[in-house]
């Protein structure tokens, strides 16, 4: 058998590999628009509504029918100061959050008068929609809206729905992440109230 008729060992073509490394870098280059518009899209500021403006204000937009809106989770700590205070952070969309508000709600109205004061933050909704909600549950208690989700971070919120015990001096007493119910409540927050 001769030399030129020996089986050579095939080699990739080289239009192979340039097609792979142009595949490759095409999905690299997509990847990265992808991850440039969705920090975009999470960066950018919305308009401030109508709704919206008015619950950051505490006043309602004429026409709609505002909850019991308050100008601040800063101003509504300050304002309930020496009291037991549950923060809660929730969403309309949350089915947990709307689950555990009746009992919530029930709870502070039972103990308002003995040094407690219920908190609800409502997660990057409008006024509109938490009006909506409310009407349609019955459930009416004292609401910071939170329209960009920047009262999480001081708190540590990663998920809805959250709740803070605050007592009377300040601290945070008591955390709980997930769904909370009465008897939560009658255990944990009743021994601190006052009699």
């Known amino acids: 058998m001769s030399r030129s008729h020996a089986r050579r060992r095939p080699q990739k073509p080289t239009a192979s590999r340039v097609l792979t490394s142009y595949w490759t870098w095409l999905a690299a280059g997509v990847a990265l628009i992808a991850i440039a518009l969705l920090v975009s899209a999470l960066t950018q500021t919305q308009p401030e509504t109508a709704a919206q403006a008015a619950a950051a204000s505490g006043r309602a937009a004429s026409g709609s029918i505002a909850p019991n809106l308050?100008?601040?989770?800063?101003?509504?700590?300050?304002?309930?100061?020496?009291?037991?205070?549950?923060?809660?952070?929730?969403?309309?969309?949350?089915?947990?959050?709307?689950?555990?508000?009746?009992?919530?709600v029930a709870y502070a109205g039972d103990y308002a008068g003995q040094g407690f004061q219920f908190i609800g933050v409502n997660e990057q909704e409008s006024a509109?929609?938490?009006?909506?909600?409310?009407?349609?549950?019955?459930?009416?208690?004292?609401?910071?809206?939170?329209?960009?989700?920047?009262?999480?971070?001081?708190?540590?919120?990663?998920?809805?729905?959250?709740?803070?015990?605050?007592?009377?001096?300040?601290?945070?007493?008591?955390?709980?992440?997930?769904?909370?119910?009465?008897?939560?409540?009658?255990?944990?927050?009743?021994?601190?109230?006052?009699?």
């Open 128 to 195: 509109a929609q938490v009006s909506a909600f409310l009407a349609q549950s019955g459930l009416d208690f004292p609401i910071v809206l939170d329209g960009d989700g920047s009262q999480m971070a001081p708190f540590g919120v990663t998920g809805l729905p959250s709740s803070f015990l605050i007592g009377p001096d300040g601290t945070i007493v008591q955390r709980w992440t997930g769904m909370i119910n009465r008897a939560t409540l009658e255990q944990v927050v009743t021994p601190l109230l006052v009699e």
């Open 70 to 104: 308050l100008p601040s989770l800063d101003a509504a700590l300050e304002d309930s100061a020496g009291q037991v205070r549950l923060v809660n952070f929730w969403a309309t969309w949350c089915p947990p959050c709307r689950a555990e508000l009746p009992d919530l």
